[in-house]
């Protein structure tokens, strides 16, 4: 592995963390809070966070554990 430098890994790390970076947090946990009984600001992203599908969380659990790795990088 190149250690998060310029090689093949280092530039996926980037892409990832800018990505994570993108991703708007009170949309990301709307389903967690509207479970929750506590107010969900603004709206829920689509697909699998969408608010009728049975797997919404999953994307959010997979970024989350997926997030330390990249912001440690750095």
Do not use: C, I
Not at 33 to 45: D, E, I, N, V
Not at 65 to 72: F, G, K, R, S
């Amino acid at each position: 592995m190149d250690g998060g430098g310029d090689g093949v890994y280092g530039r996926a790390q980037q892409t990832n963390l800018e990505y994570l970076l993108l991703l708007e947090v009170d949309r990301l946990v709307w389903s967690f809070r509207t479970q929750a009984g506590l107010p969900a600001l603004g709206k829920p992203y689509g697909g699998w966070e969408g608010p009728d599908v049975e797997l919404r969380g999953h994307f959010v659990g997979e970024k989350n554990h997926n997030a330390p790795t990249p912001l440690a990088a750095n």
